[in-house]
């Protein structure tokens, strides 16, 4: 079972940009769908962007024009570039498959304000 570990999260300020990461332990080549999520403070997790590896992506409303999902399979990495980062942003991201498989990593924090 592949596992995801994140990174890249920390504190910004409104406006800014962070860049996460996301290394799986083995090949993601087969897992057709990657994923971004986040949890927010008190809410539930959820799947804010995606990479089909037809190259395809699909954003949710709330990060349309601010972030970017790319993924590379022969590193086995996914990565998110956040700009126009926003408090609302803030949040402990993860990247998993779409739909989520085997466990979670410990996710990164990211922390947006002023």
């Known amino acids: 079972q592949v596992q995801f570990v994140e990174s890249g999260g920390g504190w910004v300020q409104p406006g800014g940009s962070l860049r996460l990461s996301c290394q799986a332990s083995g090949s993601i080549s087969n897992i057709h769908v990657i994923g971004w999520y986040r949890e927010p403070p008190g809410k539930q997790r959820e799947l804010i962007a995606l990479?089909?590896?037809?190259?395809?992506?699909g954003l949710a409303d709330s990060i349309k024009g601010r972030f970017t999902i790319s993924r590379d399979n022969s590193k086995n990495t996914a990565s998110l570039q956040m700009n126009s980062l926003k408090p609302e942003d803030t949040a402990v991201y993860y990247c998993?498959?779409?739909?989520?498989?085997?466990?979670w990593g410990q996710g990164t924090q990211v922390t947006v304000s002023s």
């Open positions: 998993n498959g779409v739909p989520a498989r085997g466990g």
């Open positions: 990479f089909r590896n037809d190259q395809s992506t």
